[in-house]
């Protein structure tokens, strides 16, 4: 079944269309591998032509880059409960499970910032946010004195991510909500020891 054709605004971007195309590209992503999936897929399945959104994104990695941090915000939305151990474990299962479903376009992504500077700035941008937010929630932590104040925000997240970009990258075990929560609950049940 072919999309129904969307309207056509000239050079400025449609918000709808825009908002098409990333959710068919990452849903492309999550069925296939990032090496699988083309601009002219993404473009067929979004119903606009590959000139749409090469016009708006210089290349494929740079829509699944965008389309990549619009789902992470669309499935690990901000928290601020007032119950830092509920926001932290919520956060980073949502995280953890978001960034398993998209395993592909997270290594593919990241094999391609090696090779693009383009790319590697999305990444970092991408990365860059995704750090804020946790860093944010951390702190409030930290502010509540749910963490001992000789805490380093900034080493905690790297632990983290770095965490679940080892598991990404490796393979070796999985990552998803259930290793999220147990990370979170070590690191509340750390601070309360």
Do not use: C
Not at 91 to 101: G, S
Not at 108 to 125: F, K, S, W
């Amino acid at each position: 079944m072919s999309p129904e054709p969307r309207p056509h605004t000239g050079r400025r971007r449609n918000p709808a269309v825009r908002q098409a195309i990333l959710d068919h590209a990452a849903d492309l992503v999550i069925a296939h591998d990032y090496a699988a999936v083309s601009t002219d897929a993404i473009a067929r399945a979004a119903g606009v032509s590959k000139h749409t959104i090469y016009r708006w994104w210089p290349s494929k990695g740079a829509v699944l880059l965008e389309a990549m941090a619009e789902r992470a915000r669309q499935q690990t939305p901000g928290l601020n409960t007032g119950v830092f151990a509920e926001d932290l474990e919520t956060f980073l299962a949502a995280t953890f499970r978001t960034a398993d479903k998209v395993s592909g376009l997270l290594r593919g992504i990241m094999a391609e910032a090696q090779r693009d500077p383009v790319a590697a700035e999305g990444l970092r941008q991408f990365v860059t946010g995704r750090r804020d937010e946790l860093h944010a929630l951390l702190t409030r932590g930290l502010e509540q004195g749910e963490l001992p104040d000789d805490t380093d925000p900034d080493l905690l997240v790297d632990q983290i991510f770095g965490l679940m970009w080892y598991r990404l990258l490796i393979g070796h075990a999985p990552v998803d909500g259930d290793v999220a929560t147990r990370l979170a609950r070590s690191l509340i049940h750390r601070q309360e020891g």
